[in-house]
């Protein structure tokens, strides 16, 4: 078995999970990871165009061999909610797209994850979803017992100690499915948060775009021309001095955790309908009494994770 984390990414892509992706394809080609597949899920936009999307982002890291999937077109228990206002209709303004060559693989991204985990060793593929939760509720739901394949989930969602980006307390991936996201909190995996609290303090600042645009591969310019559209809405909406990366820090997170601190901690979400529905509840001083079942990211080497972002996307085409 290699040393090396075995990963599947969850996504809906969307501009931020765009960069993870292609992120994640550099860190393949550099042998720090071994990207499994891609799983797709409605979010940011709907699901046609999220899965389109991740095959278009194949054919950029000219990786058409990567298994990409389809999942659920909606959340568990509640209308779609999209963020087109921040990706643009298609979920990938700021660049030319092009009908994909990548293949779309037949089966539900639910059922692949499940029979994924249930046929690998026990505890060797790390999950890092960067959308709603919903293909990873559906999987652990459908096959409980594949959770033993997992080594551990790292997921871009959540937030504590910093506003929520959807509703006053919640951030999109959790507010989208909240159900999703307490079923994944309760599945009894070794599971890493990276909240709002983290990312936005990880921005695609201007000096840093200009270094992806010096890269001398297509794909530095192109990841540039995604985040200086990705980064308006946010700069405007929040005051942030560059798009938050999310999603890339999620990756991050799950290839080099040193970047990052933590505190281990019991975290619940509100799935109510009220005023913190998708909230995440943090227990931060253990007032709860429950026993943790998640490492909350608070803090970041944004330096350290931007060199190894540019890094990575250095290694593309
Ligand atoms: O709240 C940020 C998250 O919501 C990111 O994953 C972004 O892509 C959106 O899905
Ligand atoms: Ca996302």
């Not at 779609?80 to 298609?90: C, D, F, M, R, S």
């Not at 997921?155 to 506003?163: H, K, L, Q, V």
């Amino acid at each position: 078995m290699s040393n090396i984390p075995q990963i599947i990414i969850d996504t809906d892509p969307g501009q931020d999970d765009a960069a993870a992706i292609l992120m994640a394809f550099g860190l393949d080609k550099l042998n720090k990871i071994n990207l499994l597949a891609l799983s797709c899920v409605a979010g940011n936009v709907p699901l046609k165009y999220t899965q389109k999307n991740a095959r278009i982002i194949c054919d950029w890291a000219k990786r058409s061999d990567l298994p990409v999937y389809a999942g659920a077109v909606k959340p568990l228990a509640k209308a779609l909610l999209t963020a087109e206002e921040v990706h643009g209709k298609t979920g990938l303004d700021g660049v030319v797209l092009h009908e994909p060559q990548t293949p779309l693989q037949n089966e539900h991204a639910a059922i692949f994850l499940a029979q994924t985990l249930l046929a690998a060793e026990k505890n060797s593929i790390t999950l890092v979803p960067i959308g709603p939760l919903t293909n990873l509720a559906l999987a652990f739901l459908l096959y409980p017992d594949c959770v033993a394949g997992v080594k551990e989930i790292v997921i871009m969602g959540g937030t504590f100690f910093e506003a929520g980006n959807v509703t006053p307390n919640a951030d999109f991936n959790f507010f989208v499915d909240p159900l999703a996201a307490q079923i994944v909190l309760n599945s009894g995996a070794n599971i890493r948060i990276v909240p709002l609290d983290v990312t936005h303090k990880a921005l695609a600042t201007e000096e840093r775009m200009q270094k992806l645009r010096d890269l001398p591969n297509e794909n530095g310019k192109r990841v540039a021309d995604i985040l200086q559209s990705y980064g308006r809405f946010d700069t405007q909406q929040f005051g942030l001095n560059g798009g938050p990366l999310h999603d890339p820090c999620a990756v991050a997170a799950a290839v080099r955790p040193e970047l990052f601190s933590y505190k281990e901690v019991f975290v619940a979400v509100d799935t109510s309908f009220g005023v913190c529905e998708g909230a995440s509840s943090v227990d931060w001083h253990g007032k709860s009494g429950k026993t943790p079942n998640a490492y909350w990211c608070y803090a970041v080497d944004d330096n350290a994770f931007f060199d190894y972002f540019t890094q990575a996307i250095a290694a593309l085409p």
